[in-house]
């Protein structure tokens, strides 16, 4: 059955014994992640957001780490695709909204303000509308502004879904900032964006690693950036890498960007350090 439904929808496959070691070995793995799940076992690591004018970190984006004893190192991609299947990604999106809004708390407490914390939330977690509860309930919780809250969606929940059009409301109501993750890489659909009350997109990395070398690449990215300030977004272009990469982004009037260039995600202490070493001249 999991051989059929990897290949996609209406698919077959026959039965050979190595099949069964194969589930048998996915079966452990959705074992372990859901007692990681359940014991909080996941960690969170921060990647800064930066004003690419000023250099100052505007925001961080948290992003969730499994290192199990025996399996090492799991991808996010791939367990968090895992907590979806087993129907888990809300209980981990609960405790991710829990512990970064500590997080934000606790910097705000060192003296960092003004600071964004972005979390992703998967697509159909969106579509429940027991997500808007959570949210309120967890801003109450940590005392984390709701301004200072973003919600990370992928262009796939862009649909005019009923059920999507009632969630963006709801926490736009509430006052949640709410982000376009990954844009231009999906099923953008300028239409709904019209119907949505969204606060930036985040422009796809796919973009930025093609824009040096291919002009058309280039075109897009600078007709999405332009574009969205015109609608009265903000923009911030993910993935970048490269000094010349942030000098063409500089000449699009590009505002905040993310990407190694600056820093990798990293753990909540060395943010701090960071953030201190952004108010030292010099020093950013
Ligand atoms: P994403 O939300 O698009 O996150 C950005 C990914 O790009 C992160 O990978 C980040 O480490 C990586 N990245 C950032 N800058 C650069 C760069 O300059 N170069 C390159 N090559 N990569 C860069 P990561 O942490 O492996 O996460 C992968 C994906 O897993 C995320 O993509 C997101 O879709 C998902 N994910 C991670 N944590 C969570 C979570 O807590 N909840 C949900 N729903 N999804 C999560
Ligand atoms: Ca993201
Ligand atoms: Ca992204």
């Not at 970064?100 to 697509?123: E, T």
């Not at 002009?215 to 999405?224: D, E, K, N, R, Y």
């Amino acid at each position: 059955l999991y051989a059929a439904k990897d290949r996609g929808r209406n698919q077959y496959a026959f039965f050979k014994p190595e099949l069964t070691l194969k589930v048998e070995q996915r079966f452990q793995v959705e074992q372990y992640l859901r007692e990681a799940i359940e014991k909080q076992q996941l960690t969170l690591v921060y990647q800064p957001q930066i004003n690419v004018s000023t250099g100052e970190i505007v925001g961080v984006e948290a992003l969730s780490r499994w290192h199990h004893p025996i399996l090492g190192d799991v991808s996010p991609v791939e367990f968090i695709a895992t907590a979806e299947r087993i129907g888990m990604i809300k209980q981990l999106t609960e405790w991710v909204l829990i512990t970064a809004c500590r997080q934000a708390i606790l910097w705000k407490k060192q003296g960092f303000h003004n600071l964004r914390m972005a979390v992703n939330i998967s697509p159909n977690h969106f579509l429940d509308e027991a997500i808007v509860p959570l949210v309120i309930r967890t801003v109450d919780e940590t005392g984390i502004s709701p301004l200072e809250l973003e919600l990370e969606v992928t262009e796939s929940v862009v649909q005019t879904d009923q059920r999507n059009i009632s969630v963006f409301k709801a926490l736009k109501d509430f006052g949640i900032h709410l982000a376009i993750d990954d844009f231009g890489s999906g099923y953008s659909s300028f239409a709904s964006l019209k119907h949505l009350e969204i606060d930036s997109l985040k422009i796809d990395k796919y973009f930025v690693d093609d824009m040096i070398a291919d002009s058309s690449a280039l075109l897009l990215i600078s007709s999405m950036i332009e574009m969205g300030h015109k609608l009265g977004y903000e923009i911030i272009v993910e993935g970048v890498e490269t000094s010349e990469q942030l000098k063409t982004l500089k000449s699009l009037d590009c505002i905040n960007a993310q990407g190694y260039l600056f820093s990798k995600p990293v753990n909540a202490s060395e943010i701090s350090t960071l953030l201190e070493c952004g108010r030292l001249t010099g020093c950013a």
